[in-house]
DNA sequence: GAGCAACTTGACCGAACGGTCAATCTTGTT
DNA sequence: AACAAGATTGACCGTTCGGTCAAGTTGCTC
């Protein structure tokens, strides 16, 4: 799956309008797909979340399968970039608090991006699969021979690396994913600052302690 | 919700064999729903998989609606019965442990009924939302209760209960629910029982060490 | 074994689905 | 101002959806 960025256009040109329109478009189709998953989502549902016209959308993207894969891979560049932290020269600590704290962010900010990943690889990865084996595979590779370096060099317990990735995954995104679940237990209209930033120092507790790091309630970076 | 339980028929006779053909039409609702999400099923798929004609499974339940919920219900029963091991008189490390290894138990033999409740809660949780607020509300509460007494008597170090219980779901059903990921990850054709093992043993660590309870790998209860 | 309720099922229905298309309008270029 | 390429959109199409129904079969009761 190619992932190309949108150079710098002249601001109201005609190529600049139709990124517009396939921004718009996309965002639109972020919150239905989030809400009503590929299948229960609609075409005509699609179009009257972004106020056009349903053949509007055909003439964009083609096809319903081929909206739902380009807002897939608009998904994947976000999900990429969070590991940045996770560099041998880091401290354990600081590059893992970081981490998870990305993490947290992108759940209270991106709820219907994760919402949509989550959906796809819930019921299999039809789509992703090939992305999952591949890029996303590489890089917990790559960022498990991070911390691998750092047991080795006694600066965390041993613990087995992809599995702790897959702990910080869930433990972050089901702030995003089962909000629906944690706002009912907690009895919120919505989830507050607040409810996250008890979530992410939980977190933080759970992953540090775990990894027989220090960990200090309510610690924030340069604190 | 109601939640009746079948008590013991005559085998062969004609009630017993209405509660079999139920029985066999929701495992094979169970496949699919959790493979496709509600909209994504439809009733000549479920049809398919129950090895029955369409109009049988309307004859049973009426709506998809109603047998989509009916599949609910018979799958709270089990969510809801995990928990026992929380009690103040017991052990906290012992306690937690008993109940994350039976929530990754039931993770590896049930896989399908939580990628039901997850794509239900990931989509809202319209139908599961008055049990979400109502008996699932009232068990944390009363659960969390056991916890800040074993906080109190410094048994345990200060936790928040509810998010301690958010992130053990999290961990614990994503071997279920995101398995796509995993296997893809850990370049499996399925996940093992080492697979599962492993993942235990972390969450175990991250649980008891973030509880500030004492925690020794592969550790099986009664060694 | 007659009668009846429970069950089974192929055929069918209106609605909603994803997708197409031709007619029309807009816009950058010359 | 003229024109071509791009963009817009209402109307339409074949398919599949959830659901219904009537005709037929089965099995329990008396």
């Known amino acids: 799956m190619a992932r190309k960025e949108a150079q710098t256009l002249p601001t109201g040109g005609r190529a ?5 329109r396939i921004g718009h478009i996309l965002a639109a189709a972020e919150r239905v797909f989030a809400e009503a998953g590929f299948e229960g989502a609609s075409m005509s549902g699609l179009a009257a979340a972004a106020d056009l016209p349903k053949a509007n959308l055909h003439y964009y993207f083609g096809t319903k399968e081929a909206l739902y894969t380009a807002l897939l891979d608009s998904i ?7 590991t940045d932290s996770i560099r041998p020269e880091n401290d354990p600590a600081e590059a893992l608090t970081a981490y998870i704290r990305a993490k947290m962010h992108w759940s209270r900010t991106r709820p219907h991006a994760s919402k949509v990943f989550a959906n796809e690889v819930l019921h299999g990865a039809p789509y992703l699969g090939s992305y999952l084996a591949g890029e996303l595979r590489a890089l917990v590779q790559e960022k498990s ?10 600066r965390m317990e041993p613990v087995d690396p992809p599995h702790l990735f897959f702990a910080i995954w869930a433990m972050t995104q089901t702030y995003a994913d089962f909000e629906a679940q944690i706002r009912a237990v907690l009895d919120r209209p919505e989830l507050t600052a607040q409810d996250h ?6 977190v933080l507790r759970l992953v540090l302690k775990g990894c027989g790091l220090r960990f200090s309630e309510g610690k924030r970076l340069g604190e």
């Open 16 to 20: 600049w309008q139709r990124q517009q």
């Open 76 to 82: 994947l560049t976000l999900w990429l970039s969070a």
């Open 145 to 154: 021979r991070v911390l691998e370096g750092w047991i080795a060099e006694g």
């Open 197 to 202: 930033a008890q979530g992410t120092d939980l």
